[in-house]
């Protein structure tokens, strides 16, 4: 069997961070993936590099863990990028990786990459090493691109489908073994690439069931500013997020339950003009509705904060369109909160509607809106449904078990 004292995961797009800013651009649910996977890798006495693409003058190095850090190598002009533009300075960010491991005399029993972008780098870095690669999709650019619909010509100019959808096909070939987070990944790599293999296994994304905790009996509130009762969403602000549907089923709250508020986390420090952009749209559909006095967004939450918004809020509720998994339902759970999850999530094969869970089909402004409603006013259903939450993301979704099948994943195909 082989021993695995030394990994090197890719997460290459975005700001990768140990204490991540998530809901900047390309910054978001991956992040926290591959930092928490990491990091409980490291407690089991694996040595851990996490490389990244080096910008805006940031250190190359940044501890996670004693065992555990972030390793940021230049790649293209020392500026954000987003990551559907980064691909013509790969190549670049291959040949400083490779000297990068060379230089310091390291060898990796494993390289996983994250996405299509680290999929691509680690495709040739494994060529140059000699050595195979893992990889989790994480999202698929043929699905996304079925999902977000749009005029055909403007979403190529935006995501650059052609280019994504070509080296995937490659990649997924070459790669000696995948992750996916739900069988729903498996089968559309069938349907929409023609792809199947027996090294993929299903592994879901954990959650830290440490820090995503009910309140325990004489602990103190963390002070935040919310309404007494309100419904909870924390995302990037994006288009494919659900916010629209989710504020027209709330319209439909307010009628049966005037007092709950809607609380919308998540953003950037400082947003971009495309994050803007998105916002402007959702505030034109709040003036449509009336609902300006109802509706908060709370923009960028700090870490230290947003255990709290789980605990305090009424139910939380996961509105995408797209979503290949959703790990803010999973942390919603382990902190004992009611959850309304969306028919169209990943995450669905892993929850029993109405034991753990309301599944709904978000598109359908009226069953959503009764799904929370329900929630909202049937005391027992909520309590029942909390502590079914709570079962399941410790029973499924520790991060201490989901780091433990990696390494035996790991094994297997080494």
Same mark, same amino acid.
């Given at each position: 069997?082989?021993?695995? *004292?030394r990994?090197?995961?890719?997460?290459?797009?975005?700001?990768?961070?140990p204490?991540?800013?998530?809901g900047?651009?390309d910054?978001?649910?991956?992040?926290t993936y !591959?930092?928490?996977?990491?990091?409980?890798l490291?407690?089991l006495?694996?040595?851990?590099?996490?490389?990244?693409?080096?910008?805006?003058?940031?250190?190359q190095f940044?501890?996670l863990?004693?065992?555990?850090r972030v390793?940021?190598?230049p790649?293209?002009p020392? @500026?954000?990028? *987003?990551?559907e533009?980064?691909f013509?300075?790969?190549p670049?960010?291959?040949?400083n990786?490779?000297?990068f491991?060379?230089?310091?005399n390291l060898?990796?029993?494993v $390289?996983?990459?994250h996405?299509?972008?680290?999929?691509? !780098?680690?495709?040739n870095?494994s060529?140059?090493?000699?050595?195979?690669f893992?990889?989790?999709?994480?999202?698929?650019g043929?699905?996304?691109k079925?999902q977000?619909g749009g005029?055909?010509?403007e979403m190529e100019?935006l995501y650059?489908f052609?280019e994504r959808?070509h080296?995937?096909? =490659?990649l997924?070939?070459?790669?000696?073994a995948? +992750?996916?987070?739900?069988?729903d990944? %498996?089968?559309?790599?069938?349907?929409l690439y023609?792809?199947e293999t #027996?090294?993929?296994?299903?592994i879901? #994304?954990? !959650?830290?069931t440490?820090r995503f905790?009910?309140?325990e009996?004489?602990?103190?509130d963390?002070?935040?500013?919310v309404p007494?009762?309100?419904?909870?969403?924390?995302?990037r602000?994006?288009s494919?997020?659900?916010?629209v549907e989710?504020?027209?089923?709330?319209?439909r709250? *307010? *009628?049966?339950?005037?007092?709950v508020?809607l609380v =919308?986390?998540g953003?950037? %420090?400082?947003p971009?003009?495309l994050e803007?952009?998105?916002?402007?749209?959702? $505030?034109e559909?709040?003036?449509?509705?009336?609902l300006?006095?109802r509706? =908060?967004?709370?923009g960028?939450?700090?870490? &230290?904060?947003?255990?709290?918004y789980?605990?305090?809020a &009424?139910?939380f509720?996961?509105?995408?369109?797209y979503e290949?998994?959703?790990?803010?339902?999973?942390?919603?759970?382990?902190?004992?909160?009611p959850?309304? !999850? +969306?028919?169209f999530?990943?995450?669905r094969?892993? $929850?029993c509607?109405g034991?753990?869970? $309301?599944?709904?089909?978000?598109?359908d402004?009226a069953?959503f809106?009764?799904?929370?409603?329900?929630?909202?006013?049937?005391?027992?259903?909520?309590?029942?449904?909390?502590a079914?939450?709570?079962r399941?993301a410790?029973? @499924?979704?520790?991060?201490?078990g =989901?780091?433990?099948r990696h390494?035996?994943?790991?094994?297997?195909?080494l």
């Amino acid at each position: 069997m082989t021993n695995i *004292r030394r990994i090197a995961q890719f997460s290459v797009h975005g700001y990768f961070d140990p204490e991540p800013i998530l809901g900047r651009t390309d910054t978001g649910g991956q992040v926290t993936y !591959v930092l928490e996977l990491s990091r409980h890798l490291g407690r089991l006495g694996i040595e851990v590099d996490i490389f990244t693409r080096r910008f805006e003058g940031r250190s190359q190095f940044a501890p996670l863990d004693d065992s555990v850090r972030v390793v940021r190598l230049p790649c293209g002009p020392d @500026k954000f990028i *987003r990551k559907e533009d980064l691909f013509p300075y790969w190549p670049e960010f291959v040949a400083n990786t490779a000297a990068f491991m060379r230089e310091q005399n390291l060898k990796y029993e494993v $390289l996983h990459g994250h996405y299509w972008d680290a999929g691509f !780098v680690c495709m040739n870095l494994s060529e140059r090493l000699g050595q195979p690669f893992f990889y989790t999709a994480h999202s698929l650019g043929a699905w996304k691109k079925e999902q977000m619909g749009g005029d055909p010509k403007e979403m190529e100019k935006l995501y650059h489908f052609e280019e994504r959808l070509h080296w995937e096909n =490659i990649l997924f070939r070459k790669a000696i073994a995948h +992750t996916v987070t739900t069988e729903d990944g %498996k089968q559309i790599y069938k349907r929409l690439y023609n792809f199947e293999t #027996p090294a993929m296994e299903i592994i879901p #994304p954990g !959650v830290d069931t440490e820090r995503f905790r009910p309140r325990e009996d004489g602990e103190a509130d963390t002070s935040i500013e919310v309404p007494d009762r309100y419904v909870f969403a924390l995302s990037r602000i994006d288009s494919n997020k659900g916010h629209v549907e989710l504020l027209r089923a709330f319209a439909r709250v *307010r *009628r049966e339950c005037p007092d709950v508020h809607l609380v =919308i986390g998540g953003g950037s %420090k400082e947003p971009r003009q495309l994050e803007t952009d998105v916002k402007n749209t959702f $505030l034109e559909v709040i003036d449509e509705l009336e609902l300006g006095d109802r509706v =908060i967004f709370t923009g960028y939450i700090p870490d &230290e904060e947003v255990v709290e918004y789980y605990r305090r809020a &009424e139910l939380f509720v996961l509105p995408s369109k797209y979503e290949p998994f959703g790990m803010t339902t999973t942390e919603a759970m382990s902190c004992g909160t009611p959850v309304v !999850v +969306t028919a169209f999530g990943g995450i669905r094969r892993d $929850l029993c509607d109405g034991e753990d869970a $309301l599944l709904v089909d978000v598109s359908d402004a009226a069953a959503f809106a009764n799904a929370m409603v329900r929630v909202l006013t049937d005391e027992d259903l909520r309590s029942h449904l909390a502590a079914g939450a709570l079962r399941t993301a410790h029973d @499924k979704f520790s991060w201490q078990g =989901i780091a433990r099948r990696h390494v035996a994943f790991y094994r297997r195909y080494l």
